[in-house]
């Protein structure tokens, strides 16, 4: 042990022993200082990795959410998927569905022109059919009228009277004298509309017109329209009145409707023209004058006491130029059958055409202008 002291101090002299341990120390102190560095730099490495691998964790749970919300996504996206297959399913059997329904429309479409074309043709033949009967009954009436025609000629004969209606061409003057006409009423029978005036002939220049009809005021004429029962026989109402009837709810059976247009089978109008009626245009004509004859009379008692309307009333009624004979004394019996005349040859009925009485009304007026004036 001396021995190796020795061989050191020695190998070392006490100068070099201090350098020595001043080395050692520096050395030392260097390597304390770099070791301290090391721990430290060691600590902010453990703690930069604690810090990467708490993000780590951060990002396995984001990762975690993400690959969950992925896969819920997935399982909404093959829900989708399955649910745009069902709804293409549905629109494909829908689609067919639609188009079998079209294909039956079509088919019903069809089906229902030619329900259409049947009605048609069904309406068709009942107008042929009622034609063929119009056609019947106007045969068996021409022979009557026929018959009625001859005998009025070979009464104006007997009688030498004018009677085959031409208007303007009776002498009024002769006819007042003759047959003690004290009023003239004027009848003007339309196909829509009807009115009638009326004056003493002694008091020509005072012509009234009435204008107060059943449900109807202060209006000169009023509607050709008459309201029957359910069958057809009895008059209820007519004029405006007949338009104003409402149907009886409580009698779900009542079927009577308003008869109107019934002149139109007066003239040269084709029958495909002329409006279907309930009952036989005559009777209709009759009833209708038979209803404004009543209220003929009712005025004319009420402005004149004493006015026998058999005896004291020249009836005049307009009619179309067109008129034929046959419906002239259609016309006449018709009036007579509404009571109006007591004799079917009764000169106390006068037919006026439209277009004369226009004129004689215009020709009148105009001489009561001065030369100067205005016609």
Not at 311 to 336: F, G, H, W
Request: charged share 30%; with cysteine; hydrophobic share 30%.
């Amino acid at each position: 042990m001396t021995d190796e002291c020795s061989n050191s101090e020695n190998l070392f002299p006490a100068d070099n022993q201090h350098e020595v341990v001043e080395k050692l120390e520096t050395g030392f102190k260097k390597f304390n200082d770099k070791f301290t560095n090391l721990l430290e730099e060691n600590q902010r490495i453990k703690q930069h990795n604690k810090n990467l691998q708490e993000k780590n964790q951060e990002i396995s749970r984001t990762n975690l959410e993400l690959n969950n919300k992925y896969q819920e996504i997935s399982r909404n996206n093959s829900k989708l998927i399955e649910e745009n297959e069902k709804i293409l399913r549905i629109n494909n059997d829908l689609k067919e569905k639609f188009q079998n329904i079209n294909e039956q429309f079509e088919k019903l479409q069809k089906d229902l022109n030619l329900e259409k074309q049947k009605n048609k043709e069904i309406q068709r033949l009942e107008v042929i059919s009622q034609n063929l009967e119009k056609n019947l009954k106007i045969l068996e009436v021409d022979e009557i009228d026929i018959n009625t025609v001859n005998a009025f000629k070979e009464n104006n004969e007997q009688k030498n009277c004018n009677i085959n209606n031409n208007p303007t061409t009776f002498a009024l003057n002769n006819i007042e004298r003759s047959h003690n006409i004290r009023i003239i009423v004027g009848l003007d029978f339309g196909v829509t509309y009807s009115g009638f005036s009326y004056c003493h002939v002694n008091d020509d220049q005072n012509i009234y017109t009435n204008c107060d009809w059943p449900g109807k005021a202060f209006q000169s004429k009023t509607n050709t329209v008459l309201q029957y029962d359910d069958e057809y026989i009895n008059v209820l109402c007519w004029g405006a009145e007949a338009l104003s009837v409402r149907p009886n709810r409580k009698n779900r059976k009542q079927n009577s409707k308003p008869v109107e247009l019934f002149k139109l089978y007066l003239g040269d109008l084709p029958d495909n023209l002329k409006p279907i009626l309930p009952i036989d245009y005559k009777k209709a004509i009759t009833d209708y004058l038979r209803e404004i004859g009543k209220l003929i009379k009712e005025n004319i008692r009420c402005n004149w006491h004493g006015i026998d309307y058999s005896e004291n009333v020249l009836l005049v009624l307009t009619i179309p130029a067109e008129y034929s004979e046959t419906d002239k004394v259609i016309m006449r019996q018709c009036v007579y059958n509404a009571n109006l005349i007591e004799d079917i040859y009764s000169r106390k009925l006068q037919f006026a055409t439209e277009s004369e009485a226009t004129a004689i009304y215009c020709l009148k007026d105009y001489f009561n202008y001065e030369i100067e004036g205005k016609f």
